[in-house]
C-alpha cells in the first residue's frame, strides 16, 4: 500500500476518533450540567420548605410540602446527604423546646454542607469554620 493512501487513513481515522471523543465528553459535560441544575432546583424546593415549616407559624399545609421535599431528595441524593437528612429529621421530629439548639445547627451545617458536596460545589468548604442556620421570619 502507498505510504501516503497510509497516512491519509491514519490521519482521517485519528480525526474521527477525536470528534467523536470530544463530541461524547461534551455531551458528558451537558448532563452532568443538566443534573445538578435539576438536583439544585430539588434542593431549592427542600429548603423553601424547610423555611416555611420553621417556628410557630408553622402549618398544615406547610409540614405537607416540606415532607414532599424531604421526600422527593431521596429520589436523587447521594447516600451521605440522605443520611445527613435522616439525621436531622431524627432530631426535629421532637417538639421544638425539646430540640437542644447547638445539636439541630450542627446537623443542619452537616447536611448542607454533604448537599454542596452533592452538587460540586467550588471552591471547598473550610468545615471547621463553617455553620449554618435557619432563620425565621416575620409574623404572618
Not at 60 to 75: C, D, M, Q
Request: charged share 25%; hydrophobic share 40%; glycine share 2%.
Amino acid at each position: 500500500m502507498d505510504p501516503n493512501v497510509l497516512i491519509s487513513i491514519i490521519s482521517a481515522s485519528a480525526a474521527i476518533v477525536v470528534a467523536a471523543f470530544t463530541y461524547w465528553a461534551t455531551k458528558q459535560r451537558e448532563r452532568e450540567a443538566e443534573w445538578r441544575k435539576e438536583k439544585l432546583g430539588h434542593y431549592k424546593d427542600y429548603f423553601a420548605a424547610l423555611a416555611a415549616n420553621v417556628g410557630a407559624h408553622s402549618s398544615h399545609e406547610s409540614s405537607k410540602r416540606y415532607a414532599i421535599a424531604f421526600n422527593t431528595v431521596g429520589l436523587f441524593a447521594s447516600q451521605e446527604v440522605i443520611n445527613c437528612l435522616h439525621n436531622y429529621q431524627y432530631l426535629t421530629r421532637l417538639q421544638a423546646d425539646k430540640v437542644p439548639r447547638d445539636e439541630h445547627d450542627k446537623l443542619l451545617t452537616e447536611l448542607v454542607l454533604a448537599i454542596r458536596k452533592d452538587l460540586k460545589l467550588k471552591p471547598k468548604d473550610d468545615v471547621s469554620s463553617f455553620k449554618y442556620m435557619v432563620i425565621e421570619s416575620g409574623k404572618k
